[in-house]
């Protein structure tokens, strides 16, 4: 599948047509008042063409896990709407039900240029389950279906692929630059392709590491999945983070990347205490020297340094994970480092999602990168080179 060659938005002429959105407007909401709108912000460039162009708009999204027997005030997507309508200027309707009559008859007296909010679809136990039955339904409230949920699109259900098997199927603007910037990168890098992986476990990053290896130039592994590669050196590892298990598959892949003629690179000292809190006494050793009873909380001065120079001079830079304990001041220092770095660099830099993407934001860095990816599970897995449902689903150019 080339994900480069999905129809998008502007392959379309929505006009007067009633076109189904789905948006990725999972937005923490606390008593009722939103905590943050960056994923409302996020999904306007693509609402506000359509209705420039004189669409019907018809939006849907999740909020939640709520339990699928109905509707859940907690999970209602009605503050969402509120909050569109301040941002879009204009009113947002609300609709009571995902498929019953209010949604139906909503969107049949929908006009040109007008806007309306279906309520979480998981209030549809078979949303979830991809129901052909409930997909059908849906797509006939509509002439159009825009998948513009990247956070949704590794989930084959209703809203995200589904409808695409009744409707005409292009991405909107979010999923088209996540295509972009991701699939670029992958595909037809500017090089040289550098790799950043942190975070706490190898297993959550085997697929990713296993198909990066096959693409970039450097691959660099910070966090706590660093001490899981020192045990497959033989090192000492204290009582840091570590997966028995992967270890023999930590050593394959060194010699998978030394095969290929890859640069691997690992911290070469690590800030380590006696405890996991923010407040522990703390102290820097070389790699292989960590005692027993000390535990890694972040990458040292040394590879901080030395990673910092392997980002210098590279093309492409993909960063997921942090470099040590980000959440704790003392040990978020390598994960700035890092930041700087990428932000200095000049690359064309892509943060994962997830928590670097989180990272970057709080110490600032979100202006000077050039794509942080909206998507967490669903990052992971476009960098594993898996094929993502919602983004499979969508029609491809001619």
Known sequence: MNVLNKKTIEDINAAGKRVLVRCDFNVPIKEGKIKSDKRIVAS?????????????????????????????????????????????GKEVKMAADVIGESAKSLAASLKDGEVMLLENVRFDKRETKNDPALAKEMASLAEIFVNDAFGSAHRAHCSTVGVADYLPAVCGYLIQKEIQFMGGALENPKRPLVA???????????????????????LIVGGGMAYTFYAAKGWGVGTSLLEEDKIGLAAEMMEKAQAKGIRFLLPVDNVITKEFSAEAEYKTVNANEIPEGWMGMDIGEKTRALFADAVKGSGT??????????????????????????????????????DSAAAVEKLGFAQKMSHISTGGGASLEFLEGIELPGIAALNEKE
């Open 196 to 218: 950043i992986l942190g975070g706490a476990k190898v297993s959550d990053k085997i697929g990713v590491i296993n198909n990066l290896i096959e693409k970039v130039d450097t």
């Open 44 to 88: 306007l460039p693509t609402i506000e063409d359509l209705l420039k162009n004189n669409a019907r708009v018809i939006l849907c999204s999740h909020l939640g896990r709520p339990a699928g027997t109905g509707y859940e005030a907690e999970f209602s997507l009605a503050p969402v709407a509120a909050r569109l309508a301040e941002l879009l």
């Open 317 to 354: 830079v993909i960063w997921n994970g942090p470099m040590g304990v980000a959440e704790f001041d003392n040990f978020a220092k390598g994960t700035l480092a890092i930041a700087t770095a990428v932000a200095e660099s000049g690359a064309i830099s892509i943060i994962g999602g997830g």
